[in-house]
């Protein structure tokens, strides 16, 4: 738990029906948001504060009360920093009181969430070590999970709201795409990443189906100074002039199967981010080739152990 003040909660008498189109803020005059609406939008709104917590993150709060379904929360938050803010808030949050330090709170909101919209409810969860309970509701792919944790030191109740919906319009690749060369990786690759949270990745371009079917490819832009990753659905482009190098990790197998990773580390973020995930030592074979290709150079980190 983070140093946060907890929500208080009430019941209403009400059958409003619009779990799965968003939520209320009670200011004046109320705002309806909707559960699709962009980031950027929402932290435009005007009725929200930020705060940053013991962690150094940064949250952004409503200032009102908030209904959702027939129950108002005193707080609703999410992060305020987004990989993306032409998406909608991917998680939302709310950390609840609870009635005399028992799960009492936990009953009270699960069985009117469960009146409410318990056909949606598609799992409990109850871990090995019986230190938490979880109740999820699926609302059309607003994942709407409560949870009470407890343990020796303290008992608290959750209610996360996760947006799981296709926005895949974002995949769309705007730009033509130029091949002027190509290495055609034959083996198991995936890309790493969520486009929700990464701008950069978009649908395979067609032009790489046209000739390379469906396998995974690294290829160069010559027109455009770009390079270009794809596994069989997904792509990655990038100015030249923005990678320092191409950096490989391989992770030996002991005590799970190992695999391998690479990166690009990019000059402005001073930092490596991770494209590609496949099985061990796969990117070895490729290391030569893959600098002759593209001019840059392949480093390799230091091998350690799969934990």
């Known amino acids: 738990m983070t140093n946060r003040e907890y929500s208080k909660f009430e019941i209403l008498n009400f059958n409003h029906q619009d779990y799965q189109e968003g939520f209320e803020v009670l200011c004046e005059p109320s705002l309806f948001i909707n559960w699709n609406m962009v980031a950027g939008e929402l932290l435009e709104k005007g009725d929200i504060y930020f705060e940053i917590d013991k962690y150094k993150k940064e949250f952004a709060n409503f200032k009102s009360k908030i209904r959702i379904g027939n129950i108002i929360f005193d707080g609703l938050y999410f992060h305020k920093f987004q990989h993306r803010y032409d998406v909608p808030v991917l998680n939302f949050f709310a950390d609840i009181v609870n009635v005399e330090e028992t799960d009492k709170t936990y009953r009270i909101l699960n069985k009117k969430l469960f009146d409410d919209v318990g056909s949606h409810r598609y799992r409990i969860y109850l871990p090995e070590d019986q230190t938490q309970v979880r109740s999820t509701f699926d609302l059309d792919k607003m994942i709407l999970s409560l949870v009470y944790s407890y343990n020796s030191d303290c008992r608290y109740t959750i209610l996360k709201i996760e947006n799981k919906r296709d926005y895949s319009e974002l995949l769309k690749n705007e730009e033509e795409v130029e091949i002027s060369n190509a290495l055609v990786l034959e083996t198991e690759i995936e890309m790493y990443g969520n486009y929700k949270e990464d701008v950069k990745i978009k649908w395979r371009p067609d032009e790489l189906n046209n000739f390379h079917q469906k ?55 001073k930092q490596r981010k991770k494209i590609f995930s496949a099985p061990y030592s796969v990117f070895d074979k490729y290391a030569e080739e893959l600098s002759n290709c593209t001019g840059l150079q392949v480093v390799f980190g230091k091998e350690y152990p799969c934990d």
């Open 215 to 269: 396998a995974p490819v690294i290829w160069m832009d010559r027109s455009n100074n770009t390079i270009g990753f794809s596994d069989n659905l997904y792509s990655q482009r990038y100015f030249l002039s923005e990678i320092e190098n191409i950096f490989i990790q391989n992770i030996y197998p002991a005590k799970c199967g190992g695999g391998s990773e690479l990166y690009l580390f990019l000059k402005k973020d």
